[in-house]
């Protein structure tokens, strides 16, 4: 089955605990892409990878990190978790080509920090 | 900059009722458009997508939406709802791709609730 997975789906840390969300496509897609989603500012783009190797920041990137070594997996890391980074994240994924195509999200990921 | 507006933030509905849920977005050369819906505790998927051609686009679950370049709209419809259609649906768009990202831009989001 097609399908993008994050793991944990459910995560409650303390402040400045490192942790890692895991996000893995098994669609052979070039593209992957972080956001958060949080009420009143709907969903926000933080990091995206157009391939292995190749990230960029998205539209609130501070205090994420991303990697791109394999093409079917973009962990999203947080180095030092701060409480404004509670939210639900997803991970998403898509083909490249000259018109944009369905972009296949994962199931999600709640994250709170305490 | 692009931006999606869905003019409503809840839409409550009896079973079997039609409904719509309203987007606008700024204008531009070209856009090309999408919903997605949201169930509960689960993550976005596509209900339908306009990139060209006919401006009536029928999707999933009996869904469809108008695209209407002179209104910058474009509006989703059901005849007839279920109550399996709760879910909080989103309107985005999408830039031709400048650079490599191809971010979708997203309203804050419709949510709907079907009532029996």
């Known amino acids: 089955e097609a399908q993008v997975t994050q793991n944990p789906r459910y995560l409650i840390t303390v402040t400045g605990k490192k942790l890692t969300v895991t996000c893995s496509q098994n669609m052979n897609h070039e593209y992957m892409s972080w956001y958060r989603q949080d009420p009143g500012l709907g969903l926000r783009q933080i990091y995206y990878s157009m391939n292995v190797e190749v990230t960029d920041k998205g539209d609130v990137p501070e205090g994420y990190k991303v990697s791109r070594k394999e093409k079917r997996n973009f962990p999203l890391i947080l180095e030092s978790p701060s409480p404004n980074q509670t939210s639900l994240y997803f991970c998403?994924?898509?083909?490249?080509?000259?018109?944009?195509?369905?972009?296949?999200f994962g199931p999600g990921t709640r994250l709170t920090v305490t | 900059a692009q931006s999606v507006t869905q003019l409503d933030s809840q839409v409550p509905v009896f079973e079997e009722a039609p409904v719509e849920l309203r987007c606008n977005y700024s204008?531009?050369?070209?856009?090309?458009l999408f919903w997605y819906v949201q169930y509960p505790n689960q993550g976005l998927q596509l209900l339908l997508k306009?990139?060209?051609?006919s401006t009536l686009v029928k999707g999933i679950n009996g869904f469809e939406a108008e695209f209407n370049k002179s209104q910058t709209s474009f509006h989703l419809r059901k005849p007839s709802v279920h109550i399996s259609d709760t879910a909080e649906y989103f309107c985005?768009?999408?830039?031709?791709?400048?650079?490599?990202?191809?971010?979708?831009?997203w309203g804050l989001g419709t949510s709907l609730a079907v009532n029996p």
């Open positions: 204008s531009s050369v070209s856009v090309y």
């Open positions: 985005a768009v999408s830039d031709p791709p400048a650079g490599n990202n191809r971010k979708l831009i």
């Open positions: 306009y990139l060209s051609g």
């Open positions: 998403a994924s898509s083909p490249i080509g000259p018109l944009p195509y369905e972009q296949y």
